[in-house]
């Protein structure tokens, strides 16, 4: 089992950056590969980045590609998620999850042991 623990959200403007941090306790962090996700308010979670155990492969969301990028830090057992150009529509609250189904990385039911989430507003 694996505890998660995000932060780093926050109150920016449009066109501002963010580092979002997921550190990890229990099962290494390594053990899994790993992906973020978020839900605004009225909305349903949605998928934004999934990156591999080693760090090597990622994947994003279409709209985030080119703004966003997943990475990992093995030693340091957390996954971090730079979020440039920011919008008001990515305003939402923030997951990190571990991956631990055997199907599509963007589904939330692939994931597990979810962190209590991180907020991050962007003021337009």
């Known amino acids: 089992q694996v505890q998660l623990v995000e932060s780093g959200g926050g109150l920016v403007q449009a066109g501002g950056s963010l580092r979002l941090s997921c550190a990890a306790s229990?099962?290494?962090?390594?053990?899994?590969?790993m992906g973020w996700f978020r839900q605004a308010p009225g909305k349903e979670r949605e998928f934004v980045a999934h990156i591999s155990r080693s760090g090597g492969t990622t994947y994003y969301a279409d709209s985030m590609k080119g703004r966003f990028t997943i990475s990992r830090d093995n030693a340091k057992n957390t996954v971090y998620l730079q979020m440039n150009s920011l919008k008001a529509e990515d305003t939402a609250v923030y997951y990190c999850?571990?991956?631990?189904?055997?199907?599509?990385?963007?589904?939330?039911?692939?994931?597990?042991?979810w962190g209590q989430g991180t907020q991050v507003t962007v003021s337009s």
């Open positions: 999850a571990a991956y631990v189904g055997s199907g599509s990385y963007y589904e939330v039911s692939e994931y597990d042991y």
């Open positions: 229990g099962r290494t962090n390594s053990s899994y590969r």
